[in-house]
């Protein structure tokens, strides 16, 4: 496993594309061509009670792509150093996420759905679950 250094503006918005139709909107997803992955991993996560945050890692090798599929929530993105916060609202959107970046998603609204792709198969050695440890390796002290 190798550790890369990665900053919070290389967190970034993704524009997906919308297919507008009076019967109901489509929005796609095609990896290596709307995001810089090919897509190997589909997890989405739903029914979190109010107040309760999720994720709470930075992964080492894996990429991201996090969806507000249904609802909405906000992703704290930390590099070690700074802090950005993006909240997300509309399903033709996503937040790209590269590999050594902590995240915490949180403030779900009732009915909401985090739809995330992403670029590996689930690797438990892949995770930094402790922030002190992730600072070490992302090269800060302190």
Not at 27 to 55: C, K, N, Q, W
Not at 71 to 87: A, L, R
Request: charge should be negative; include cysteine.
């Amino acid at each position: 496993m190798q550790s890369v250094m990665a900053s919070v503006a290389e967190c970034r918005l993704v524009d997906l594309p919308k297919v507008a139709d009076a019967r109901g909107n489509l929005t796609f997803v095609e990896g290596t061509r709307h995001i810089p992955f090919e897509i190997r991993r589909v997890f989405y996560l739903y029914d979190v009670p109010g107040g309760e945050s999720r994720a709470g890692h930075a992964n080492i090798n894996l990429e991201q792509l996090i969806v507000a599929a249904s609802g909405s929530f906000d992703v704290v993105v930390d590099d070690g150093c700074k802090q950005k916060t993006f909240f997300l609202n509309r399903s033709y959107y996503g937040l790209y996420l590269p590999p050594m970046i902590w995240r915490e998603v949180e403030n779900f609204s009732s009915g909401s759905v985090c739809l995330v792709l992403a670029s590996e198969y689930y690797d438990a050695a892949d995770y930094h679950r402790d922030y002190e440890e992730f600072r070490r390796a992302s090269g800060h002290r302190g």
